[in-house]
């Protein structure tokens, strides 16, 4: 089992940048591939981007692709999402969450098996 920790949310004008960290703690971190969802008020939770084991391997939604970038450092048991050139429509609450394919890039929740509690993102415009 795998206990995850998000944080790094904030308020940020348009056009500015953060950098999400997700802290695990428990089993080995690079038994997981990673995972980042969002979900903003009123609406169904969506994928943002995915990371192998390994960092080898990624995946982006295509609404965030070129501008958010997906990293984990395993000796630090941590992933990051660094958000560049963020948008209103970006504010949400931001998940971090961890799958035991440990293969996998998939944008599919149902695939990720431990989630976090969330950071709230918020972009003024």
């Known amino acids: 089992q795998v206990q995850l920790v998000e944080s790094g949310g904030g308020l940020v004008q348009a056009g500015g940048s953060l950098r999400l960290s997700c802290a695990a703690s428990g089993r080995t971190f690079s038994s997981y591939a990673m995972g980042w969802f969002r979900q903003a008020p009123g609406k169904e939770r969506e994928f943002v981007a995915a990371?192998?084991?390994?960092?080898?391997?990624?995946n982006y939604a295509d609404s965030v692709k070129g501008r958010f970038t997906i990293s984990r450092v395993n000796a630090k048991n941590t992933m990051y999402l660094q958000m560049n050139s963020l948008k209103p429509e970006d504010t949400a609450v931001y998940y971090c969450?961890?799958?035991?394919?440990?293969?996998?890039?998939?944008?599919?929740?149902?695939?990720?098996?431990?989630w976090g509690q969330g950071t709230q993102v918020t972009v003024s415009s």
């Open positions: 969450a961890a799958a035991t394919t440990r293969y996998s890039t998939s944008p599919d929740d149902r695939t990720y098996n431990y």
């Open positions: 990371i192998n084991w390994s960092g080898g391997s990624t």
